[in-house]
């Protein structure tokens, strides 16, 4: 369903599966299975899981506490928020237009972690030192 034409509940609830299946996608495309380390895999649909295995591989360290607790704080909030749309018989408009925006920043967030990541490992190997507070 798209946001712009949708009226009945069935429309919103379609776009709180949609949003699921973007954290999914998401899930799968940041985790790498090293992140597990000794620790089980976790399943194939399980964003949650994925997202703290990233999250506590790329960010180790006093240095990243703050930021680490909000990306969690933040993926748990909208992976619940887009459950709660999905399931709702009462979702409006505004609730479904703001859990695609949540749904859109927590990519945002990911994407600018990873990159951060990537910019301190190329650091690195120019100082040819190995790189301060992330992981690979």
């Avoid at 194939?44 to 999250?55: D, G, T, V």
């Avoid at 703050?66 to 928020?81: A, G, P, Q, S």
């Amino acid at each position: 369903a798209l946001i712009d034409t949708a009226t009945e509940i069935e429309d919103f609830q379609s776009i709180g599966v949609q949003c699921r299946e973007v954290l999914i996608q998401l899930g799968n495309q940041i985790y790498d299975p090293v992140m597990a380390g000794e620790e089980d895999q976790p399943q194939e649909s399980n964003f949650k899981k994925k997202a703290e295995l990233f999250i506590q591989y790329h960010l180790p360290g006093s240095e990243n506490k703050d930021y680490r607790h909000m990306i969690k704080k933040l993926t748990e909030t909208v992976w619940d928020f887009a459950n709660k749309i999905t399931h709702s018989q009462s979702s409006t408009f505004y609730d479904v237009s703001s859990c695609v925006s949540l749904c859109i920043s927590l990519v945002t967030t990911y994407e600018n972690t990873k990159q951060k990541a990537f910019d301190l490992l190329v650091l690195s190997v120019k100082l040819k030192a190995p790189p301060s507070g992330i992981l690979f």
